[in-house]
């Protein structure tokens, strides 16, 4: 080990790379070279942000609304917010008890900061998305980790399986990446009794609430005083208004837990950035229309792909959620192919289709597909991947 490697963090150290932002990067090498790579692996939605967004932080530059602004966020926003959680949520919250901050990934990464000591232990279910594993890391608190089977919606059963006197939180993330599974509500009620019985936080990430096909979506905290009290809601704009960029994101729960957040945001990032604020406003304010007429064109999308992937296999799991198909592809390894990572690779490599294999998410045997693509691409990915399948049948 080099000197320099020495000097730097154990902590830190430990950490792996984004999986997901990794293969965006090798993608964007090969598209610099002139290669036309089909990215089926981002999960960032391939719309401009609305119009009416944009036009709000125009106006706040021309303005000079361009310094900085209280660390949780100007209060505007807060109680928009709060409007928000209460008619679309259920969920009753006051200015003080919202922060927003640079994304959910800070916001997420404040949570079990403030929440979270070394030996403690949180429940997380997998397939899972591999920041919270790291942010978890990082806190000092050890991942649980409840392995799902298929169709990879949490049960009460399950989380009890991993329950221990160290257990201090449940995460929870519904639609899920990378499965698209929602949390039935009648699981949820009986998570939230097991979660107040034991006194276990629940940190809840939301961010694809809005992007559901047939099923609705249920906030934990909305199901009683007492688990709303141990909750922490997460979610964001990245998803639902096309806003990957503006890093813009808020959590919603007791003061106290808040309070503590802000605390330690006022000491990393202090505000968000001044005009993303106005611009997130706008978006809760303004005319909710662009975000169903997102939501339809990736349920178009979602039933495009549930026919042609039948094609090539006999069993699919269609997404209740957000913008990804979880595909198993077991039947295909350990012959030429030793694992998905493998699988991907190869898939890269020979057809020019970027998708992300399982164990970015703690479940080999798959690859995540996601929709979050132009029709034009979609149809072309899985052209090729049908030609590299029977290449290799």
């Known amino acids: 080990m080099s000197k320099l490697s020495q000097m730097i963090s154990k ?3 430990q950490l792996k790379p984004s999986p997901t932002l990794g293969l965006d990067t090798k993608v964007k090498q090969l598209q610099a070279e002139g290669i036309f790579v089909v990215n089926l692996g981002l999960g960032e939605p391939d719309f401009v942000t609305p119009w009416q967004i944009r036009r709000a932080a125009i106006t706040a530059i021309k303005t000079g609304f361009t310094h900085y602004t209280a660390t949780a966020g100007i209060p ?3 109680e928009a917010i709060c409007k928000k959680l209460s008619e679309k949520n259920g969920l009753a919250y006051h200015p003080s008890e919202i922060a927003v901050g640079v994304g959910t990934k800070q916001l997420l990464y ?3 900061q403030v929440l979270c000591e070394a030996g403690d232990e949180i429940v997380v279910p997998v397939p899972t998305w591999s920041t919270y594993l790291e942010q978890i890391k990082l806190s000092g608190a050890r991942p649980v980790l409840v392995s799902l ?3 990879f919606r949490l049960t009460v059963e399950d989380v009890k399986k991993r329950i221990t006197s160290k ?3 449940i995460l929870l993330n519904s639609p ?6 929602m949390i039935e509500r009648k699981q949820l009620i009986k998570i939230a009794k097991l979660a107040v019985e034991k006194g276990i ?3 809840s990430d939301e961010i694809y609430e809005q992007i559901t096909f047939g099923k ?3 906030s934990i905290a909305s199901l009683g005083k007492k688990i709303k009290a141990l909750t922490v809601t997460i979610n964001g704009f990245s998803k639902s208004y096309a806003m990957t960029g503006w890093r813009i994101g808020y959590a919603a729960g007791p003061k106290k837990i808040i309070d503590a957040m802000v605390v330690l945001q006022g000491q990393t990032t202090s505000n968000t950035s001044s005009i993303a604020q106005p611009a997130a406003l706008a978006a809760l304010t303004g005319s909710q229309r662009p975000v169903e007429l997102m939501r339809l064109e990736f349920a178009r999308r979602r039933g495009y792909l549930i026919g042609e992937l039948l094609k090539i296999k006999k069993t699919l799991i269609p997404p209740d959620g957000a913008f990804y198909f979880f595909v198993s592809i077991k039947q295909l390894l350990g012959g030429r192919f030793k694992s998905s990572a493998e699988w991907c690779q190869k898939l890269l490599e020979e057809e020019k289709v970027a998708v992300v294999p399982g164990e970015a998410f703690m479940y080999p045997g798959y690859f995540r597909l996601s929709f979050a693509a132009s029709l034009a691409d979609i149809k072309e990915g899985v052209k090729r991947i049908r030609n590299f399948m029977k290449k290799y049948d």
Do not use: W
């Not at 899920?176 to 599974?181: E, I, Q, R, V, Y």
């Open 11 to 13: 902590r830190v150290q």
């Open 76 to 78: 505007e926003l807060r």
């Open 110 to 112: 404040h949570a079990f």
């Open 149 to 151: 089977k298929p169709p």
């Open 167 to 169: 257990t201090k939180v």
């Open 176 to 181: 899920a990446n990378p499965t698209g599974a």
């Open 201 to 203: 936080f629940v940190i």
């Open 216 to 218: 609705k979506h249920h």
